[in-house]
């Protein structure tokens, strides 16, 4: 008799523990569905869950790295991070430190007696890029506003530190310049070693990106969908997969061509089944 009533404490006992985890998981996703309803996003983690291995390849990628929080590797890790670099047009320096476990942009000039003068730090709430071909530092301000700081990691020559497009002047907007949805666009920027002037031009906004992003989804499935019916290069060119983009997308001169980017994915894919 006593072992059943022991036995019935026991299973009551892990019936209560499992109840109250439950309790609380549900406690936890419905404050993250309530999140989602007013910002229109759920937090990755949850789809972490279910999807480990899409998630894990995934922050392989550029895409995958491209917003993130600051760390070492990111921020005073980088080569030359040692010596800071100075804008002549405006006879400052800019240099990123870490203090207390937290990383700040600091800009500064040199005044009387060889001391730091007008010196300006705002901390660095997030990193923008993957690094394969730029990074750079925003700072969130106390309204939650994102202000893009001067200094930014360029990766191309073996990496090296510049000023962002539009601050390389005398009269550059300090630490205020704010990113919006609305006016912030992608850039791609060439610095001149020897003037230290920057070429910003127009590359596309953030929906372009997205759509070209699609594309490239779309057209892999198709192609995908192809080799599972054994189909070759040669057929799945001749079937056109691209033919939907071809007139915003499409070249057939160049270094990089349509049928060369169809070869490309096709490959790859060819590869990953062996």
Sequence with gaps: MDRRWWSAGVLGL??????????????????????????GYINPALCADCHAQIAKTYK?????????????ENTVGLPHQCQPYYLKASDSYFRIFRCDGHFYQRRYQIGFQNKE??????????????????????????RNPLVELPLAWYSEDGGYWAINAAYDC????????????QSHF?????????????RARYL????????????LVIVRDRIRAMLKNDATLDQV??????????TRHSSN???????????????????KEK
């Design 117 to 142: 003068t007008n010196s300006v730090e705002e901390e660095i709430d997030f990193v923008m890029g993957s690094g394969n071909h730029v990074r750079a530092y925003l700072h969130r301000t106390s």
């Design 60 to 72: 392989l990628t550029g895409m995958g790295r491209s917003f993130d929080r600051p760390s070492p």
């Design 14 to 39: 892990v019936l209560l523990v499992a109840g109250i985890a439950g309790f609380q998981r549900a406690r936890y996703n419905n404050s993250q569905s309530q999140a989602a309803g007013v910002s």
């Design 237 to 246: 060119k001749a079937a056109r997969v691209t033919a939907d983009y071809d």
């Design 186 to 198: 992608f850039r791609a920027r060439r610095v001149g070693r020897n003037t230290g002037r920057s």
């Design 204 to 215: 596309s906004d953030e929906h372009e990106v997205v759509e070209y992003r699609d594309m």
């Design 170 to 181: 005398p009269d550059h907007p300090g630490f205020c310049r704010t990113i919006t949805s």
């Design 253 to 271: 001169t160049g270094p990089r061509t349509t049928d060369m980017f169809v070869e490309a994915v096709y490959t790859s894919l060819k590869q």
